[in-house]
């Protein structure tokens, strides 16, 4: 029997993990609680375990969580039935930590977390939200964009919409008060402190393919499972992309909103009808499975 619905109550992770979305989702909201601290920050209580600082000027993304108490349940559930302790694991695009919290959770004392966030005041927030739940001895920030090479990048940030922050070549076309310098590494030297390389979530706004090529060698030395946004609206040459992580994991899949993943097709990835951006699940044992 699913557990009853009560305010204010803490939920497990086996409750996360649950077969059933809706309720997970109803169980999330009836366990929000908010604080305004002053100066745009919140510190709200998230999928009914933790405690986050956010920002009251974000629509697109703390708008919904301090409401709600989760983001993306599909995905939240997929990665708390997949990330187990022990783990070294990296949030790549973590924005202000909602996916570093569950995981830094999920590895436990003896797993590892890297959250990569090239937002200065995101940053902060976000180390605060670790320290402030615990997990600051088994988790580090990187201040930084991830890319193909070491080098620095101009990073625009939409009002209201931090989460959808972006590396841009061409300053013209963004206003300057919006463009923040940012330091950019690769994958392959920030995660070479590691003994090993379980897990990614990349969510990087277009800069998917660089990262990409900049995680090369720990890809090859460790074939990490993988969950990547894609949209090939924002890629410079979509199907070499593909091309490219099929090398290492032939079986590509996509994760739908039951929390499942399913093989894909390259012609169903480049479908020039399909403008929404598709969560690609990259698994080496998925190519075992599909060619014994």
């Not at 995981?103 to 977390?113: A, E, F, I």
């Not at 001895?137 to 620095?152: D, F, K, L, P």
């Not at 739908?256 to 990835?269: R, T």
């Not at 009808?273 to 998925?286: K, Q």
Request: proline share 7%; hydrophobic share 45%.
């Amino acid at each position: 029997m699913p557990k009853p619905i009560v305010p204010g109550s803490i939920l497990s992770l086996d409750e996360l993990r649950g077969p059933d979305r809706y309720h997970t989702e109803c169980l999330c909201r009836a366990a929000t609680q908010t604080a305004y601290l002053g100066e745009h920050v919140v510190l709200s209580r998230i999928l009914g375990r933790y405690k986050a600082f956010l920002d009251t000027r974000d629509r697109g993304f703390a708008a919904h969580v301090m409401l709600d108490g989760y983001w993306e349940m599909w995905l939240t559930q997929f990665i708390a039935r997949l990330v187990e302790p022990g783990m070294h694991v990296a949030d790549v695009g973590a924005n202000f930590g909602y996916y570093s919290l569950l995981m830094s959770d999920l590895v436990g004392p003896t797993g590892r977390l890297m959250a990569v966030e090239p937002n200065p005041p995101v940053v902060e927030m976000l180390r605060r939200t670790l320290e402030l739940n615990g997990f600051a001895g088994r988790s580090t920030v990187m201040a930084a964009a991830a890319g193909a090479n070491e080098g620095e990048g101009r990073l625009f940030v939409p009002a209201g919409e931090p989460k959808n922050a972006m590396l841009v070549g061409d300053a013209a076309a963004h206003d300057d008060a919006a463009l923040v310098a940012v330091p950019i590494r690769s994958l392959d030297a920030l995660l070479g402190e590691f003994p090993r390389v379980d897990f990614l979530k990349i969510d990087a706004e277009g800069a998917e393919e660089d990262i990409v090529v900049g995680l090369g060698q720990t890809i090859a030395r460790w074939r990490p499972r993988i969950v990547l946004e894609f949209n090939p609206g924002r890629c410079r040459d979509p199907q070499a992309l593909l091309a490219l992580l099929r090398g290492p994991y032939p079986v590509l899949q996509c994760l739908g909103y039951d929390a499942e993943v399913v093989p894909v097709s390259d012609e169903s990835l480049l479908d020039p009808t399909n403008h929404e951006d598709r969560l690609l699940y990259l698994d080496g044992d998925a190519a075992i499975q599909a060619h014994p």
